[in-house]
């Protein structure tokens, strides 16, 4: 479709009354002979221009007809044209480039018979449909008016045809992974047609434009009522999410607070553990009060008769070979001076869960303190060691405890034994398991005298 | 109150001796009121100590209390930290003095009774009576060991203290915002165990005698009265074999029969 634009830019310039056999009607021939040519002077100065130029001779038009080359049907038309000069070109000539043909689809029977058959359409019907698209230069309505091939068919369903067989021809002659950008958009454009939305849609439009006053009013004051229920409803749900927002805060599990598991928290204590005593290792004590130490650990050692190779403080030892007495976190150095060793470090609680010993001492220090890493289970409390030595003695019946009692004096064990040391005890053990023996011997004995006796009365 | 509950060293145990016991004297003796009140013929102490070269007993013990025959005039005694732990009385006759034992409150234990049977007559081998007859002084006391089962961390770390022998130690030093210095002058260097030797055996009732030289003593006795129950068993297998050896002969005679 040309607009004025279009069509002063095809003349440019030569805005010239060559072109007025085009608008044979309404040109007078004397004001056609008196506009100008290339003359770019206001046209309010023609009349004086015309008479000072041409002295009132006119231009003889002619009448005669001429082909029309983009025409294939041939017809002639005969409009009214100034004598031709040399140069000039055919009018037509220059409007031929405006006859752009409507591109269609290409195909042949075979390609017809192979990608485009379609059980509502024959090949003839769809050959009539191309060639009016093409005779139509691609105008719809028109097509539409023209063809007139087979049964009655609506706009859309030629247009579905057409498209479908525009794009079944496109994708033929450009395999889709090759297709340019616009040539892919073309492509889906033509395979997205929908026939039925598209007539449903030109409905609505119709419907649309035929409405009266009354329905347009009504119209109206429903769409507010809508947009206003929206924006209610858009409203209510910001709230209701800002609402579950705060009920739901804080978030657990986020970025927040990490150790909320007690596993968390034990890694927690271990690393803080670690670092320092590696803060603790680095500055080690001297281990203070040399002299005196050795003194002491020379008379401990031949007193215990069990050395201590680390002990600390000795001439041969190096300070890293100190037993880990520096592990307590906290503990100031306060009284050191007055200790000869760091009792006080061995708190149990800071020594790493992996070590086989609860408590970090040395073996001299273990026995000095009266330590005694019990192998076997025991029951936390306070026992005295004196009563391994007199419970034993103390059977459930008196009978059998004054029993014992014979026995144990028989064979010199003291009634109370003043020294329950633990070899002490071992030792009274033994003798009470000795003890018990000849109880269940004496109690078999027993019997077996009654027995014998029974027996002596049946032989008699 | 109770100490809050505090974690336990698991897997250990601390051993502590200490001595309960008396001394008693005919009187009258320097130290009891004389003349003694009517009819009191004995004065005795009876008391609870820690062995003489032993930590400190007051690190774990806080306060005993003595209860007496109920004769007494206020019978229950009770005595706190740092002691001594010791009631001396005068008196005729002997009893049980029921000792209830009083620990550190950081240790979460409840208090204990033990029992000592007064002794105020000579006892033991007749060179021992004379010996007691001559020196006018009967002791009678026995060693106790103490065992703390899985104690608590903070009484775990007061019982290892250095602190513990710091009584037995000499002061010296004590410069301007320093601590004393404990030096410790003794011959045997201090510990929880028994001594090797007896210390002063002169000196009985200071606890002098507790050694592991004592300590073998008693152990070579039981192991002689462990031969006697050998001995005993043995005689007693005898028997038992005798006895088989007549029933079968029982059996034969009624089998017969």
């Known amino acids: ?361 040395s073996k001299a220090d273990l026995e000095r303190f009266g330590v005694v890493v019990a192998q076997d289970k025991t029951a936390s409390g306070i026992t005295f060691a004196s009563d391994r030595l007199t419970k034993p003695r103390i059977a459930k019946s008196t009978l059998q405890t004054d029993k014992i009692a014979t026995i144990l004096t028989h064979a010199g064990v003291p009634d109370l034994i003043g020294l329950p040391t633990p070899k002490v005890i071992e030792q009274f053990d033994a003798i009470m398991a000795k003890v018990h023996t000849l109880l269940d011997m004496r109690k078999l004995a027993e019997k077996e005298e009654q027995e014998i006796r029974v027996r002596s009365a049946e032989a008699a | 109150m109770p100490a809050a509950p505090s974690k336990r060293v698991k897997g250990t145990q601390i051993r502590r001796h200490f001595l309960i016991g008396n001394t008693a004297h005919v009187l009258p003796h320097p130290g009891f009121p004389d003349p003694p009140p009517d009819g009191h013929t004995k004065g005795w102490t009876v008391y609870v100590r820690p062995l003489p070269n032993g930590p400190d007993i007051t690190t774990w013990l806080k306060k005993v209390q003595f209860k007496l025959h109920h004769t007494y005039a206020d019978a229950s005694r009770t005595i706190e930290a740092p002691g001594p732990f010791e009631v001396s009385e005068t008196g005729y006759g002997e009893f049980g003095v029921e000792i209830r034992l009083y620990f550190a409150q950081e240790s979460g234990e409840k208090a204990v009774y033990r029992e000592h049977y007064l002794v105020l007559a000579p006892y033991g081998p007749d060179d021992q009576r004379a010996r007691q007859e001559r020196e006018n002084k009967i002791v009678a006391e026995r060693l106790e060991t103490i065992e703390f089962n899985e104690p608590t961390q903070e009484f775990f770390k007061t019982l290892t203290s250095e602190d513990q022998f710091n009584w037995l130690k000499v002061k010296k030093g004590r410069g301007k915002g320093k601590k004393p210095d404990y030096i410790f002058e003794g011959a045997v260097e201090p510990t929880a165990q028994l001594p090797e030797k007896a210390m002063d055996p002169g000196q009985a009732g200071a606890g002098g005698a507790w050694s592991v030289q004592y300590e073998r003593q008693v152990l070579a006795q039981l192991q002689q009265s462990g031969a006697t129950l050998d001995q005993m068993i043995e005689e007693e297998k005898r028997g038992m074999e005798e006895r088989r050896r007549r029933l079968e002969e029982l059996g034969v005679a009624i089998g017969a029969k």
């Open chain 1, 1 to 361: 479709m040309t607009s004025g634009a279009d069509i002063r830019a095809a003349l440019g310039s030569d805005f010239a009354p060559s072109i007025t056999p085009s608008l044979p009607r309404a040109t007078p021939t004397q004001l056609s002979q008196a506009i100008p040519k290339n003359s770019s002077q206001p046209r309010r100065h023609k009349r004086n221009l015309l008479v000072a130029r041409r002295g009132g001779k006119a231009v003889r038009w002619s009448y005669e007809s001429t082909p029309v080359s983009s025409r294939r049907d041939q017809l002639q038309f005969r409009r009214w044209r100034r004598p031709k000069k040399d140069e000039e070109p055919e009018p037509f000539v220059k409007f031929a480039k405006y006859d752009v043909r409507a591109e269609c689809p290409e195909y042949d029977a075979e390609i017809y018979e192979a990608h485009l058959t379609h059980a509502d359409w024959t090949k003839d019907e769809t050959d009539a449909l191309i060639e009016a698209y093409s005779d139509s230069y691609g105008k719809w309505p028109i097509i539409v008016d023209r063809y007139d091939s087979g049964q009655p068919r609506t706009m859309e369903d030629l247009k579905a045809r057409f498209y479908g067989v525009s794009a079944t021809v496109l994708a033929l002659t450009t395999p889709i992974h090759s297709m340019t950008g616009p040539q892919y958009t073309l492509y889906e454009t033509l395979r997205n047609f929908d026939p039925a939305k598209e007539a449903s849609r030109k409905k609505l439009a119709e419907g649309h434009l035929q409405r009266r006053q009354t329905e347009v009013d009504e119209e109206t004051v429903l769409l507010g009522e809508l947009q206003r229920i929206m924006i209610n409803q858009a409203n209510l749900d910001s709230e209701r999410e800002d609402l579950r927002r705060r009920l739901d805060h804080p978030v657990a599990g986020s970025a927040g607070y990490q150790y909320h598991t007690s596993q968390a928290l034990t890694q927690l204590w271990q690393q803080l553990l670690q670092t320092d005593r590696m803060k603790k290792n680095q500055r080690l004590r001297a281990t203070g009060k040399l002299s005196c130490n050795n003194e002491a650990v020379s008379r401990h050692d031949a007193n215990i008769a069990s050395g201590n190779p680390v002990f600390d403080g000795l001439p041969g030892a190096t300070p890293t070979s100190a037993r880990p007495r520096d592990s307590i976190a906290g503990i100031p150095d306060s009284g050191a001076g007055s200790s000869r060793r760091p009792t006080r470090d061995s708190l149990p609680s800071a020594t790493t869960p992996g070590s086989a010993l609860p408590i970090d001492m």
